[in-house]
């Protein structure tokens, strides 16, 4: 997990415009660099490292004798670096994984480059023999990208849009800085005074199809056919192979576990594979909550089960409403869900930051989206109708959940990795008939609980422990997270600035204190930027008026008062 930062064709001066690049310094604690460009003097890199895989040649961009015109910048983890050399018969210069990108990118073009890496990554790559620059993002954007492109050529690409909104530029008005879109690479031609322009911006994966890196995976002849043993064996080893390939680390990891299916499954299986690959250190397991919450009492089961060295982070309401400035400012989005589970999120990697030297850090988060795990699935018109909600939301977590969980690790220099969100794993589970994944017998993801049903990797009452959002289960079932928020704010938002909100705010007009709320602080760190986000996330097929699994009629919680 690193910071990147890219400008081609700056008419501002650099060193001025490289302070912008610090404004990403959190996501790379351990070294930094800038570099310019030979031959092109108003194009440069800057890179903030995390230094988690080859502590001596990591540092970027990367260049190797091979292709002296080749320059890497890449955020990420490329986890069949490894069967792609084995595969091609690559010479690597480093142990960094990202270097396969310049190797497949000479053999192959960027055509086949993006789709053939298995991983998360945002990657800047810059051939100056062919006077070309590429741009591309992982299938589910879990590691973030933003791009800002002038109509005069000029352009700027960073991790977080907080490195680009106060870059100069002899302009009118300020540019336009958008997120680049996951799923995709862009072709764009590098002109001899620094400039560019677009050629054009390719989806190269979706998240249903078979992704092509599969025929070098570790994994590769699957039992075919829809009968129910197989499809749950198979589900067990696709996940089972996700987590044991996010292992590559040379620095220490933890993971984080709420207690709930999602995130105690990883732990579970982490633990397992952890044994089994003979790392000697134990596995740091981190739960948040205030005093009695749910998350906390069920993590601690979860714990105590698998044999972890479990740390939990008990926190009051006054740290939590205190923290909601600097979480709105490190997630850029004013979403009322996104914003409520971050500060759990947030405190507790600020824990994990300060008090242990686990860097690396497993969740479990893109679950609920892939099995239909939301308590709304319940009341899905149909199969065919919740299938198409899962696929729905699996394209938009880079605005929502994957943003949540990128952003509050980040902010504290700490590595993500997400299982649930493997290519292979996402791609066979969304191939499953769409009769097989809704909810069944009134339990959402059923089908994934199933699967696990006789593994003993967990305790039955938490394998089968009913959806607990996470902002909710962090606090006590006798009054959930967002009543303390609400209760805080109501006396911060005066009703008449409510009833002008659309005025203010025409685009996404908050309809409650609580939004209008969140939105004045975003407004304040990133004024006229409220496309970043397109739309608020709320439940489907239902009423709702609150995105929290609490103000559901559905809603049961396995702690009872």
Not at 232 to 261: D, P, Q, T, W, Y
Not at 317 to 338: H, K, P, R
Not at 417 to 422: E, G, H, I, K
């Amino acid at each position: 997990m690193c910071g990147i930062w890219a400008l081609f064709g700056s008419d501002g001066c650099l060193s001025v415009q490289c302070l912008s690049a610090m404004k990403i310094a959190h996501r790379g604690p351990d070294a930094f660099r800038f570099e310019n460009v030979n031959g092109f003097t108003n194009c440069c890199f800057g890179f903030h490292r995390l230094a988690i895989v080859d502590q001596l040649y990591g540092m970027q961009p990367i260049r190797v004798k091979k292709f002296p015109y080749l320059w890497l910048c890449y955020n990420g983890e490329i986890y069949n670096f490894k069967q792609l050399q084995k595969h091609f018969g690559f010479y690597y210069q480093t142990l960094v994984d990202g270097e396969v990108i310049l190797h497949l990118y000479d053999k192959l073009g960027i055509e086949q480059t993006a789709p053939l890496l298995d991983g998360v990554f945002a990657f800047i790559l810059l051939d100056t023999a062919n006077r070309k620059v590429f741009l591309g993002r992982d299938t589910y954007g879990v590691r973030p990208l933003f791009r800002v492109l002038t109509d005069d050529g000029f352009l700027g690409v960073c991790s977080e849009a907080k490195g680009l909104v106060d870059l100069k530029h002899a302009m009118p008005s300020c540019p336009k800085v958008e997120p680049f879109l996951p799923g995709h690479y862009e072709v764009l031609d590098l002109k001899p005074n620094g400039k560019v322009a677009s050629v054009e911006m390719v989806k190269f994966h979706s998240c249903k199809d078979e992704p092509l890196h599969a025929t070098y995976d570790t994994v590769q002849n699957l039992p075919s056919g829809f009968d129910l043993e197989t499809v749950k064996s198979n589900i067990r080893i696709l996940f089972e192979n996700a987590v044991r390939k996010r292992l590559m680390s040379h620095r220490r990891i933890g993971c984080l576990l709420s207690g709930g299916l999602d995130s105690s499954l990883v732990a579970s299986v982490l633990l397992k594979l952890m044994k089994e690959s003979n790392i000697a250190y134990p596995l740091q397991t981190f739960a948040i909550g205030m005093e009695d919450s749910p998350d906390l009492l069920a993590a601690r089961k979860v714990a105590a089960y698998i044999g972890s060295d479990h740390h939990e982070v008990i926190f009051n309401s006054e740290e939590g409403i205190q923290a909601l400035e600097e979480v709105i400012f490190s997630l850029e989005t004013y979403d009322i869900t996104t914003i409520r589970a971050s500060v759990g999120m947030y405190l507790i990697s600020r824990y994990i930051q300060k008090k242990t030297d686990s860097a690396v850090i497993f969740s479990g988060e893109g679950s609920d989206e892939l099995t239909e795990g939301y308590i709304y699935f319940h009341k899905a018109p149909s199969p065919e109708e919740a299938a198409e909600e899962s696929e729905r939301l699996l394209k938009e977590l880079y605005m929502f959940d994957v943003l949540r969980a990128n952003r509050t690790t980040a902010a504290h220099g700490l590595e993500l990795r997400v299982p649930f969100l493997d290519h292979r794993f996402t791609a066979y589970y969304l191939s499953l008939p769409a009769e097989l994944r809704i909810p069944k017998n009134g339990i959402e993801k059923y089908l994934l609980r199933d699967a696990f049903q006789d593994s003993n990797l967990l305790p039955k009452e938490i394998l089968w422990r009913p959806k607990e959002a996470f902002s909710d289960g962090i606090t006590s079932v006798k009054k959930s997270w967002f009543s303390i928020l609400q209760d805080h704010i109501d006396h911060q938002v005066d009703d008449l600035l409510l009833e002008k909100a659309a005025v203010k705010f025409p685009f996404n007009p908050p309809k409650t204190k609580e939004a209008y709320y969140y939105r004045q602080i975003f407004e304040k760190h990133y004024p006229g930027r409220s496309d970043w986000l397109t739309h608020y996330w709320m439940p489907r097929w239902i009423k709702a008026t609150d995105p929290s699994a609490r103000t559901l009629k559905h809603y049961k919680s396995a702690i009872k008062e």
